[in-house]
């Protein structure tokens, strides 16, 4: 497996974009996820040939509103580059303590294509098993 993209959560996009060395015009995609009522916004780190995934809440019942306003910015969860999720979510879940928080498909074409994803939480850890059906 290989590393997908890094999950973190914030506040506020520009105050974020900032902190990590940004500009705006580094965003390759904005999305509204409407399963998570976050937005979205992905960047390509060529040089590490992965991605980061910046999530804002959009409201008090997204999937993210309590972690931003705890941490207001944060790493939220480790995504791995995987074929196989029902394989994956038998490993994980077969294991004392971990569970599945979520699986959904979502269509980002930043990404190259549908992005069927799973999150699993494990002893504290947000894990985000990814499945990228390329165009």
């Known amino acids: 497996m290989k590393i997908h993209h890094l999950g973190i959560v914030v506040s506020d ?30 960047i390509h ?25 705890k941490f207001t910015i944060g790493l939220h969860h480790l995504a791995m580059e995987n074929d196989d999720l029902t394989e994956v979510e038998n490993k994980y879940t077969s294991r004392v303590g971990n569970f599945v928080l979520g699986k959904y498909q979502i269509k980002v074409d930043s990404f190259g294509g549908t992005i069927n994803t799973l999150f699993v939480a494990v002893k504290g850890m947000i894990l985000e098993f990814v499945k990228v059906e390329k165009k």
């Open 13 to 42: 996009i520009e105050e974020a974009l900032v902190s990590l060395g940004l500009q705006r015009s580094d965003i390759a995609e904005e999305i509204y996820d409407e399963n998570q009522k976050n937005k979205l916004y992905f």
């Open 45 to 69: 780190v060529p040089d590490n040939n992965m991605w980061l995934e910046l999530v804002e809440p959009v409201d008090k019942d997204s999937t993210t509103a309590k972690f931003a306003k």
